[in-house]
């Protein structure tokens, strides 16, 4: 029991004596045997006032309100395209120069044809034998037969420039001084009728729309249609037949 309250005593001791250390003032004893007592005192800077200046000194800028930073549309950045998007013009390129090669062609195939008619009609004109004004019908076949390769044009009256139907042997024709109307229809009327064609005769179709010259043997010899020339064929259909010399 005894043991126990010394105990006791001393850890009482030892709470007191640490409060003293820690929050009451020491006492001193004055040299004249009088107690004075002394405070001992320590001043800190408080840490967080050094924080607060740095997070200022980081975060604080001075900006001039007149500044111009610029923005995107003024950044010059250089265009890139993708490989996918370059195999792509490569091949509209190639695509256009195709194009543009294949359009040549064409048009020199077209001046070398042209250049082949004009060269034609020059060759038949150039080599047209007159035949006698009063010849027969053979004749007429004969000189007729010069012009073959002739174009069609129509309205056309001219070896020169071409020959529509009824142009073709209004112009046979009248190199033996006959003379015939300008239209298939109205070359119907001339002439006399007959059922057994001879060469020489005109014929003509039963509707008046187109008109050639009989050659001989089941042939005749026209103008055809746009895109065609003079030339000789068998007789495709009924003609009517007129004969004029």
């Known amino acids: 029991m005894k043991k126990t ?3 006791v005593s001393m850890m ?7 409060m003293l250390s820690i929050g009451i003032p020491a006492v001193a004893q004055a040299s004249d ?18 924080r607060a200046d740095l997070l200022t ?14 923005g995107i549309e003024s950044l010059n950045v ?18 256009q120069e195709q194009a543009q090669a294949a359009a040549s062609r064409r048009q020199s195939a077209q001046q070398v044809s042209r250049s082949a008619a004009r060269a034609a009609r020059a060759s038949t004109t ?7 004004v009063s010849g027969t019908g053979a004749d007429v076949v004969n000189y007729a037969l010069q012009f073959q390769g002739i174009p069609y044009v129509y309205g056309g009256t001219d070896p020169a420039t071409g020959f529509d139907c009824s142009g073709f042997t209004q112009y046979v024709f009248a190199h033996f001084g006959i ?20 060469p020489g005769d005109l014929l003509v179709t039963s509707d008046g729309s187109h008109v050639g010259i009989y050659v001989g043997g089941g042939r005749m010899i026209h103008a055809p249609r746009p895109g065609r020339t003079v030339t000789v064929q068998k007789l495709y259909r009924d003609f009517e037949y007129r004969r004029l010399v």
């Open 5 to 7: 309250r010394k105990y």
């Open 12 to 18: 009482a001791a030892a709470t007191i004596c640490g």
């Open 33 to 50: 045997g009088s107690e004075a007592v002394v405070t001992s005192s320590r001043s800190f800077t408080p840490g967080s006032k050094v």
């Open 57 to 70: 000194e980081s975060t604080a800028t001075t900006v001039e309100k007149d500044s111009s930073w610029g």
């Open 78 to 95: 250089p265009a890139t395209k993708s490989q996918a998007e370059k195999d792509a013009e490569a091949r509209e390129q190639q695509a």
């Open 126 to 132: 150039s080599t047209v034998v007159d035949a006698p």
């Open 179 to 198: 003379s015939l109307p300008r239209t298939a229809d109205a070359q119907r009327s001339v002439g006399v009728p007959v059922t057994d064609p001879a």
